[in-house]
């Protein structure tokens, strides 16, 4: 329709009434175009303020773009009940849980593997004594991610903030030492288990070569550098024969990948340490156990197949020969892992370059009296009240050793390490939790209790 659009409205009020539907029309139609034109710039408005207050699209570089994209990709994998990573949520609860809350003296401590065994209960006794202490950690399913799930929840109650995601995720490493300036890191976080290593080779190398050098290469960075300590194992010293194992023996025969990812680790922080001055300790755990253990270890799956009536394999060496391992409880470990912190010294690097020598270490954590597997196994008889279904099988070519035995005499020296729990009382320890964990809702023993049963030793 062609029609002029008045100059005024006034023009109107002379006209003949069959123009009046005509004017009606005009003045609908003058009224809409207000209304339209009206609510076209209200909009733009709003999406123009929503555009601004966006961070991932707030830039067009190629950067911003880049972190856009793995922020939407973390959110996908970040459990609905916590923030994602880079929301001010989450870095407040990043900051909080970093918070040091025992002065003058203490530190603060980035945990990866917070989720795990030896990480938990390490996390937890940093934040009983005051600490400020961040845990990290990926949720994989080596073994059931509830137990993980439910070790997180303990810490979460502590005031323990772990933060879902991958050592090997640099930008995410970055964040966190961009929040908090960690004096120490505790890496923990590990593709572990000796046997497994035939089954998935790729998992050791992602996680044990690849994700330490993730570790290191955040940590060289950051400014200041945190002192780092870190997990490597008893599995080093492979098929060396001088007995008890020291930590001035070789250990250059490797039995198994997983001992070899462990060995290329201690290589590794050899590297950072004299490039980058970055201060490291290399602790070689000897086969760890407690409540809250993993599921993938001996003690655990004997105890919960002596339960359920099935045949466990006890492994024997050549000529019969007994195995034996320096079982170390959860307790001693800690200790000795915190004892470690303690005495770290500083890193001597700055903005990623050297200033100095820095201090680099290496301990056996381990109790220094070995049982055998047939012991450990009738002492599982004795705390469970069952007895169990034997087979003694030739140890398969998997990886394992016939014996280790620690030598901690360097860390009583330089730690004041004391383990003092032997086995007969830790796996009392380890078998009350498994059954109040594990709960026996009709006579089996196999149906898991739920979320956050049982307690925490440490
Ligand atoms: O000390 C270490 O460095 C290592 O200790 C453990 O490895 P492992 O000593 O093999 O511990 P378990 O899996 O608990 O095995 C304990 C003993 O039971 C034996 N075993 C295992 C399985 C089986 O079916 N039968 C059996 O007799 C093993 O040969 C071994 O002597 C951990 O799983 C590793 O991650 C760790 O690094």
Redesign the pocket.
Known sequence: MDVDIPSSPGKFKSEKPHHHYLRLLLRWHYSSLHKFLCWTIVAAIVLFVLFLASPNLSSSSPASLHSSSITERRSLRTSSSSPAWGDPAWEKRVRDSARIRRRPFGISVLVTGAAGFIGSHATNALKRRGDGVVGLDNFNDYYDPSLKRARQALLSHSGVFVVEGDINDGPLLRKLFDLVAFTHVLHLAAQ???RYAMKNPGSYIHSNVAGLVSVLEAARSANPQPAIVWAS???VYGLNTEVPFSESHRTDSPASL?AATKKAGEEIAHVYNHIYGLSITSLR?????GPWG?P????FFFTRDILAGKT????QGPDDAT???DFTYIDDIVQGSLASLDTAQKSTGSGGTKQGPAQLRVFNLGNTSPVS?VELVSILERHLKVKAKRKFVK?PRNG?VLF?HANVSLAKKELGYHPNTNLQTGLKRFVKWYLEYYAPPSGSYLTKKGRGGGSSSS
Do not use: K
């Open positions: 572990a288990g000796v194992s008893s599995s997983y755990f000897f086969t760890v156990y993993r993938d270890m001996a003690c466990i394999s006890i492994f195995v034996a391992r597997v140890m394992d280790t």
